[in-house]
């Protein structure tokens, strides 16, 4: 099982061009030891000053790392890195998926989500379960919710 310390959670954010939800993000990889954030698509600068300013210094505690998509799905492979994907349409509930002790979170752009080429190629895809009357969430907050899900359940 991962131990405290171990880089055995990664945040992938594809497409996020929000600054303060950049910001968020990176601060909540930070909160739950991921090893790396990792940059997909055409994300907003991390070293953005507004981007700074909402990682509330969490920036410098975390490698940032761009790569495009196939790079990183081949890192992921040769790691033995699970990739788990937020997906409105998954079939599968967070709350009831079961997560690998080295695991990389998928978190799609604020008004897209992730591309299905992205979401094919990725071993499992899990929804948030919430009120019908609500499209969707903020990707920051997407973020936060499966990050403790699956932090809790590898630290255990």
């Not at 019908?132 to 920051?140: F, H, I, K, M, Q």
């Amino acid at each position: 099982d991962a131990q405290p310390g171990d880089p055995s959670l990664y945040l992938f954010l594809h497409d996020i061009r929000d600054p303060g939800n950049m910001g968020t993000l990176i601060r909540t990889a930070g909160a739950f030891e991921c090893g790396a954030v990792v940059t997909l698509g055409s994300c907003v600068d991390p070293y953005n000053p507004k981007v700074l300013r909402a990682t509330a210094g969490g920036v410098f505690a975390i490698p940032l790392v761009d790569a495009p998509w196939p790079q990183a799905r081949k890192w992921t492979a040769e790691n033995d890195i699970a990739t788990v994907a937020s997906s409105l349409e998954a079939d599968t509930r967070c709350d009831e998926a079961d997560f690998s002790d080295r695991t990389a979170l998928l978190i799609g752009s604020e008004a897209h989500g992730l591309p299905a080429q992205i979401l094919t190629q990725t071993d499992v895809q899990v929804t948030i379960p919430m009120s019908a009357d609500v499209e969707s969430l903020n990707a920051g907050v997407a973020a936060g919710i499966l990050l403790y899900e699956i932090y809790t359940r590898i630290r255990s």
